[in-house]
């Protein structure tokens, strides 16, 4: 029977991909294999949130929230006069400058 005629088709899926590339493409979706065994443990530890990998990233940020955010909203609090660095206002700058920071090292 003929196309017009309503037989049964079918399809085949091939792959566009040699069979080295389909090799390194399923140890990449594993993980495994030599060549993105690094890479996976360096993602998995960056997003686990722990390790030297996680430290290294954020301490050029924490450094600069340190020596440069933190001293300079006391230097600007200081300057209002005896007792600005105890109120409420020193603590909301504070908060939302480490809120900031945290959002920066989460994106």
Do not use: C, H, W
Not at 18 to 31: E, I, K, N, W
Not at 78 to 89: E, Q, R, T
């Amino acid at each position: 029977m003929g196309f017009f005629s309503g037989s049964k088709g079918g399809y085949k899926q091939i792959s566009n991909l040699t069979p080295q590339q389909q090799l390194a493409q399923s140890q990449y979706v594993s993980g495994a294999g030599p060549a993105f065994s690094s890479l996976y443990d360096y993602y998995g530890g960056l997003m686990s949130g722990q390790g030297a990998d996680v430290n290294a990233f954020m301490a050029p940020q924490m450094r600069q929230f340190n020596e440069q955010i933190i001293p300079g909203l006391s230097e600007q609090f200081a300057g209002m006069g005896s007792g600005a660095l105890s109120s409420s206002g020193f603590r909301n700058a504070a908060v939302s400058a480490g809120t900031d920071l945290s959002e920066r090292l989460g994106a």
